[in-house]
């Protein structure tokens, strides 16, 4: 059995006795120089009391074992709590020498909820994708990838009807659907024909609008406990919005299996077992918050675990914030079609293979910035030529530069083995990895979120960096035992 974060944590806070969860994961590189969990002291003095942690406590904790528990190397008091460090050696050893089971996602024993995942910004068209909804699409992409890896049954919402998005999609290799019928919404109109209240002070309404529908008693009943906006009094109910709902409840009612993943519906059916994710930028986040209770007011099947992922902003450091995301695109691509040139001492833009090259590090670039901050927080974008640099920074540019050039070493490794030149590789039982004693090394071992928990928290930056310390890593020991 592959060993296990989860497994961990559990038998560490077991061999505690009787309560909740004390221990947690350290991932900070400064923090991991000492430890690898901690149990905080103002925890351990909630369940101890003043007193120490009991010697036999300790001993039991060092002596750990079980399906899926890290071997301990030691357990100590320090100001900061009990800290513990693994046996790094061993967890090299059974990680590295069982690669493809840990690079393996974990099937759940039962199929989970169902997911429906909402990215409003997709609604528009290209030229007026702004920066922080661009990081929004982004984030859902690389979320229902990582569903999908984890045999999560997904439903992408909205089917996108702007002529030119589909292109703009491919070119940021996102996988999302176009659209084919509209969902009918003359259920959703006749129920909020009938929750109108009556207009105020002879209200104009807008072309498209119905009228307004009273949200105050949802924010009451069920939206303070949940992060609702407090102010949320009325949502304008427009044809748009209700084409909207539709949709939305079209995924929920009737949910299509996608036969070539192999996906298993959860047992029960119904609209309490899918959860909805809706992912978007903090420019959207209270009009959002205004749908999902009018969804609630209008459908008394609408799902109840409705969850926002909200991107923060998206600024430009010495610029103002009107770039587009098709603008953002074309500056990244075209400084690394300048920077390949730099590289290699002429123009390769007519070449087509390198022209398909070059797109694809525009997008590794793109993705790494959007993705390598965490998605709640603001990001700051750097534009200067320097930013795509192969040369030590931590950006997509340099993870897929050394990966390009990984690949080349071992396929030369392979070519020079099979004339000869080479020894075969050890097996894996041979090596010595009390060796692998740098940081660096050990921050390659530290595990990555594979999908939301009950807060739709999402760190993508955790992915970001273990792209790059492993990229960073292999390249180095790679390089120096090449050419040693």
């Known amino acids: ?83 513990l460090q693994l046996r790094r050696s061993a967890v090299f050893e059974r990680v590295l020498g069982a690669v493809a089971a840990y690079a393996a996602p974990t099937i759940p024993a039962a199929p989970g909820p169902r997911v429906v995942l909402h990215c409003p910004a997709l609604r528009g068209s290209p030229c007026a994708l702004r920066l922080s ?101 009325s949502c304008l109910v427009t044809e748009d919005l209700l ?46 918050q205004k749908l999902d209770l009018l969804w609630w007011k209008l459908d008394d099947q609408a799902p109840l675990r409705q969850k926002h992922l909200v991107c923060g902003p998206v600024k430009v450091a010495g610029a103002p914030g009107t770039l587009t ?52 927080s603001q990001l700051l974008l750097a534009l200067a030529d320097s930013s795509i640099s192969t040369k030590g920074t931590k950006s997509g540019t340099f993870v897929m530069y050394n990966c390009a050039r990984l690949a080349t070493l071992f396929e030369s490794y392979k070519c020079s083995m099979e004339q000869g030149l080479y020894p075969t590789f050890p097996p894996v039982s041979s090596l010595d990895f009390s060796l692998l004693h740098d940081e660096t090394c050990w921050a390659t071992q530290q595990p990555c979120p594979a999908q939301p928990q009950g807060s739709t928290s999402l760190h993508t930056q955790r992915w970001c960096a273990s792209s790059w310390y492993s990229s960073a890593w292999i390249s180095a020991h790679t390089i120096t035992g090449y050419t040693s």
């Open 133 to 233: 909804q661009l990081r929004a699409v982004l984030v859902a992409d690389h979320l229902a990838r990582a569903l999908h890896a984890h045999r999560v049954s997904v439903r992408l919402v909205p089917a996108v009807r702007d002529p030119h998005m589909p292109t703009f999609l491919q070119q940021l290799r996102v996988d999302w659907p176009a659209a084919s019928e509209r969902a009918a919404t003359e259920a959703l109109r006749s129920r909020a024909l009938a929750e109108l209240t009556p207009a105020r002070n002879a209200e104009a309404l807008p072309p498209g609008a119905l009228g307004r529908v009273c949200l105050k008693e949802l924010v009451d009943e069920r939206g303070r406990t949940t992060g609702y906006d407090p102010n949320l009094d």
């Open 243 to 288: 084409a909207v709902l539709a949709e939305l409840q079209q995924a929920v009612q009737d949910w299509a299996e996608d036969s070539s993943l192999g996906l298993a519906a959860a047992p029960d059916a119904g609209a309490d077992s899918c959860m909805v994710v809706h992912v978007v930028s903090c420019e959207e986040e209270f009009q959002q």
């Open 325 to 376: 995301a098709p603008e953002y695109y074309e500056l990244r691509h075209a400084q690394v079609c300048k920077a390949s040139a730099l590289k290699h001492g002429r123009d390769l833009a007519q070449d087509p293979a390198w022209m398909e090259i070059f797109r694809v590090l525009s997008v590794a670039t793109i993705k790494f910035e959007m993705l390598s901050t965490a998605p709640q």
């Open 1 to 83: 059995m592959r060993l296990g974060v989860e497994e961990t944590l559990g038998a560490l806070n077991a061999a505690l006795g009787p309560g909740g969860p004390v221990w947690f994961k350290e991932t900070r590189a400064r923090h991991l120089r000492v430890r690898d969990f901690l149990a905080p002291r103002r925890a351990l003095q909630a369940r101890f009391g003043d007193d120490q942690v009991p010697e036999r406590v300790v001993h039991a904790i060092v002596g750990l074992q079980g399906p899926g528990v890290a071997p301990v190397l030691s357990c100590a008091p320090t100001p900061a709590g009990l800290a």
